[in-house]
């Protein structure tokens, strides 16, 4: 069965610093891994997915995430935070075939301060 | 084009009542998935559906109940409801089912319905 860890429940990081949000996933197969983004009170976005080919993938608003097969691992980074950024962020992983179901990770409360 | 739309926006309801929450996809998307997210919680899957059928269900009970219509639209039904069914409640909408490596249908969700039951 799919399962995703995302071992830290809050981030506080000061603007303009870098960011890295951690991710680990468990799947039988290689797996569809994404990066969704959620503002108070509103769905979710996605910021980013891996499906195969080069590991290091990009996504919208200058995030980026590395998938690392031999950790189980697919991190989301950003160079320089803006306070715009603030938001919760979970890391999912889906299945490669039938039914669509993505498993979500608990999320990461990111907080940006000044 | 219009994304995910769901209604209604908010809600509240009492124990025991039965709630219909609706969700319309992406013009030209087939498929349809529920969520719920319980606050504080990631989303965890409830069904989809894809060509009027049920294609796929999570660990939910059979108080939860959906269906999707010709036009692609789909409701979810809550009977009996309890207080733990107070949750954000997500659509999400996707062109088919995924087939195989490369061709993973992208869920793309809607705002949501918040829940409360008292």
């Known amino acids: 069965a799919q399962s995703v860890t995302q071992p830290d429940i809050h981030i506080t990081v000061s603007e303009g610093a870098s960011l890295e949000l951690r991710c680990n996933y468990s799947?039988?197969?290689?797996?569809?891994l994404f990066w969704y983004v959620q503002s108070p009170g509103q769905g979710l976005q996605l910021l980013l997915k891996?499906?195969?080919?080069?590991?290091l993938v990009q996504g919208i608003k200058g995030f980026e995430a590395e998938f690392k097969r031999s950790q189980s691992s697919f991190n989301l980074r950003k160079p320089s935070v803006h306070w715009s950024d603030a938001a919760e962020y979970f890391c999912?992983?889906?299945?490669?075939?039938?039914?669509?179901?993505?498993?979500f990770g608990t999320g990461t409360r990111l907080l940006v301060s000044p | 084009d219009a994304g995910v739309t769901q209604s209604p926006t908010h809600l509240i309801k009492t124990r025991g009542q039965h709630v219909t929450l609706r969700c319309s996809p992406i013009?030209?998307?087939?498929?349809v998935s529920w969520y719920q997210q319980v606050l504080g919680q990631g989303p965890q899957f409830i069904f989809q559906?894809?060509?009027?059928?049920?294609?796929g269900r999570g660990n939910f009970p059979d108080r939860f109940s959906a269906r999707q219509f010709p036009n692609y639209s789909s409701e979810l039904n809550v009977n009996a409801l309890l207080l733990g069914d107070s949750a954000l409640y997500l659509c999400?909408?996707?062109?088919?089912?995924?087939?195989?490596?490369?061709?993973?249908?992208?869920?793309?969700f809607g705002p949501g319905t918040r829940l409360t039951v008292l």
């Open positions: 013009s030209g998307h087939k498929s």
């Open positions: 799947y039988g197969a290689t797996p569809y």
């Open positions: 559906y894809y060509e009027k059928e049920e294609r």
């Open positions: 999912a992983v889906g299945a490669s075939t039938g039914f669509q179901k993505l498993v």
């Open positions: 891996y499906f195969s080919g080069d590991t």
């Open positions: 999400a909408s996707s062109p088919g089912l995924a087939g195989g490596r490369g061709s993973y249908n992208e869920q793309f």
